[in-house]
């Protein structure tokens, strides 16, 4: 590793230690941040930081990469409870759709499952098992795996068995899943991508359509016209995969695009939660502002595309890099995690960005 890539790690980690500090958060939410560092590590891998090199630590990683490959980091951290310490360990991979570590995963994650294991009744591994696994998957955290089984049911390579007189059920691989097995690693990749443009446009459209009705009642409310039904073809399997294909992508168009067909005017409500947000101290205080609580909804709507969609296929896939508008902001980020955490709605961000753009890696069709 080179003395300016390592300078870079060293950077994030003092930003991280000198946050939580700063925040003085307790000794779980510091436990649960590091446990799960694989979210402000995706975010500042992508963003604009205040290091020397004026460029996000994904292009400076990637200068000089080979055709077809992408330079990725991985980020392990060693937590010593007792001590409240840790130590972190960064390795740099050459990643291709030949040789990708979501391949190699997805053959550790089935080869597991050749005998059943509990799960919960939303396709989540349970006990000592998922511990395991999670340890030893590319990215070291549960979110992860607990994606990744979702990818393997999607495909029907893992078969539920369902308990009467259990409150869990058990998942083992299915006949499809030994048959995943035999393929090429490049077979296998391509076939996880297909599942995970299924997944998003599935969730993505659950999600759009539970909020539906309230979108409409706010709109109204807001001396505005609500279209009558609000259209789910931007989240189409079709759409996605053409966003996966192109070079690069509009985010903002495409949003703008979705909320018109809605009748909401995007960057009116993006505007007035940036400038109204940071001032309501609480949830109530936002439901007495309508218009600040349609703001709200348009900010989760983006944030869910993020979530189902921009992360996966940056963070895990490696086939897009999204840009971000504004700097990495670590202090908003914990806050953010910790609040996630606690389910709370997050209505005080410090800076709340979403990607504005994406391009994609040289892995990215292949």
Known sequence: ???????????????????????????????YV???????FSKWLYSDTTNSSKETPYATLNTNYN????????????????????????????????NHPMVDDSIKLLKNLS???PCSKNNTLLGQTKATLTEEMF??????????????LTLNLIERHTKKTSRYDSIKISEAGKEYLTLSKEAKFAALKKAAISYASYQLKTALIS????????IERTNEKANEKVSLDFFSEERLTSLLTAKTVNLEAYYDEIFSSMGIDRKKYVNYFNSK??????????????????????MDIQNMFDTYFVNPFSY???????????????????????LAKENKRMCEHLSYSVPIALTATPIANM
């Open 316 to 338: 895990y896939f490696m086939t897009l890099v999204p840009t971000y508008s504004a700097q990495f902001n670590c202090q908003s980020t914990i806050m953010e995690m910790l």
């Open 139 to 152: 990215f070291e955290d549960a979110t992860y795996l607990d994606y990744l089984t979702n990818l393997m």
């Open 277 to 298: 947000a940071s001032k309501v101290n609480s949830m109530e205080a936002a439901f007495e502002d309508e218009k600040l609580f349609l703001a709200i909804y348009v």
């Open 67 to 98: 055709k077809g490959t992408v330079v990725f980091p991985k980020l392990h951290i060693n937590l010593n409870k007792t001590q409240n310490t840790f130590v972190s360990k960064y390795n740099l991979y050459e990643i291709t759709a030949k």
């Open 211 to 218: 909020k539906a009705d309230m979108l409409a009642t706010l």
């Open 34 to 40: 590091l446990k799960n560092i694989n979210i402000p």
């Open 1 to 31: 590793m080179s003395k300016t890539t390592a300078t870079l790690f060293t950077e994030f980690e003092k930003d991280l230690l000198k946050n939580m500090q700063e925040l003085e958060i307790s000794k779980p939410q510091k436990e």
């Open 115 to 117: 005998k059943k294991i």
